[in-house]
């Protein structure tokens, strides 16, 4: 009886109906986002800005030289910081460069291609997150000690070989973390491309999609 009743313009119209309503959400939670984050921008035109935070970063600003070193002037903006820049997009290097253990604390610390991040260049923003999202993938090549050999090629022989290092991703893996499998594989133009390395690596568990 169902099948009876089902008419092809009408599935298809309800495809469209709901693809355009999602389109319209994604399109929505930009901008809630967007109002949310501008509503906790400070006001310029506060009565203290002199002595505040801002203030301090707004004379920085105006300055033509003579600027404060970078460290010293997250420290001294630590609390507006966060309100002008919530999520932060630094390598493990600018961590440790630039902010201090004590001043800045983040809610969430994510590593992407953690397979290429030794472990001890990962401490330092490990260190000043609550919690952590760690993503790579164990089948990819792990990070090598080739460049720091060639930095100090001169107390290098020439038969040392570098050696792999461990990376963040296996010692998360290794401590018995929690693991989720992001199966879904989009990335390639045309499935044949993936097919190899699914099959011989992956145990064809990727499910991949068919190109247009």
């Not at 440790?96 to 923003?125: C, K, N, T, Y």
Request: net charge neutral; charged share 25%.
């Amino acid at each position: 009886p169902q099948l009876a009743r089902f008419r092809g313009q009408d599935h298809a119209a309800a495809i469209e109906r709901f693809a355009e309503l999602d389109r319209q959400s994604i399109r929505l939670a930009a901008k809630v986002v967007v109002a949310r984050l501008a509503a906790e921008l400070p006001q310029l035109r506060s009565t203290n800005v002199g002595t505040s935070e801002l203030g301090v970063l707004e004379r920085e600003l105006k300055k033509q030289r003579r600027h404060k070193p970078v460290r010293r002037l997250l420290h001294e903006i630590r609390g507006l910081w966060p309100r002008l820049s919530p999520c932060v997009l630094m390598s493990p290097l600018s961590v440790a460069q630039f902010l201090s253990r004590e001043a800045h604390r983040f809610d969430l610390v994510v590593f992407d291609e953690a397979s290429q991040i030794p472990m001890w260049d990962a401490v330092g923003a490990i260190g000043r997150g609550r919690s952590l999202i760690v993503v790579g993938d164990s089948k990819q090549l792990p990070p090598t000690s080739f460049f720091q050999r060639a930095a100090q090629d001169d107390e290098a022989g020439e038969g040392d070989v570098p050696e792999d290092l461990e990376s963040v991703l296996d010692e998360c893996a290794a401590a018995g973390l929690p693991r989720q499998s992001l199966d879904w594989h989009y990335r390639s133009r045309h499935e044949s491309l993936i097919a190899f390395s699914n099959h011989h690596y992956y145990q064809n568990r990727l499910l991949t999609f068919p190109s247009p």
